[in-house]
Nanobody
Framework: QVQLVESGGGLVQPGGSLRLSCAASAVVLDYYNIGWFRQAPGKEREGVSCITPSVGSTYYADSVKGRFTISRDHGRNAVYLQMNSLKPEDTAVYYC????????????????????WGQGTQVTVSS
């Protein structure tokens, strides 16, 4: 059973920072791609970033490049999304997701590539 638990969301002013956490088991971090997605009201779910389990290759959506950083901490069994220079358009429910990586290739940037999801955490960027 793959369980993912997000935390770290909240209300932040434009230009501020937040760090989201996705807690998972050690097996998940060792063998699964982990992706971060977000969904704003009335919009489709959007891929934000993802990381592979072995080499740690990463992907970032153009809208967050240079502002967000994804990382893994095997000691804490967690994947983080550090979000800096936040903008109002970053407001959304953020989800982490996992998919087994048996081929060693890049992590998929689309939601269709994942089959395990967390419950989501709300991020609101507003003054």
């Amino acid at each position: 059973q793959v369980q993912l638990v997000e935390s770290g969301g909240g209300l932040v002013q434009p230009g501020g920072s937040l760090r989201l956490s996705c807690a998972a088991s050690a097996v998940v971090l060792d063998y699964y791609n982990i992706g971060w997605f977000r969904q704003a009201p009335g919009k489709e779910r959007e891929g934000v970033s993802c990381i592979t389990p072995s080499v740690g290759s990463t992907y970032y959506a153009d809208s967050v490049k240079g502002r967000f950083t994804i990382s893994r901490d095997h000691g804490r069994n967690a994947v983080y999304l550090q979000m800096n220079s936040l903008k109002p358009e970053d407001t959304a429910v953020y989800y982490c997701a996992a998919a087994y990586n048996g081929h060693g290739g890049p992590c998929p940037p689309l939601a269709e590539g994942y089959n395990y999801w967390g419950q989501g955490t709300q991020v609101t960027v507003s003054s």
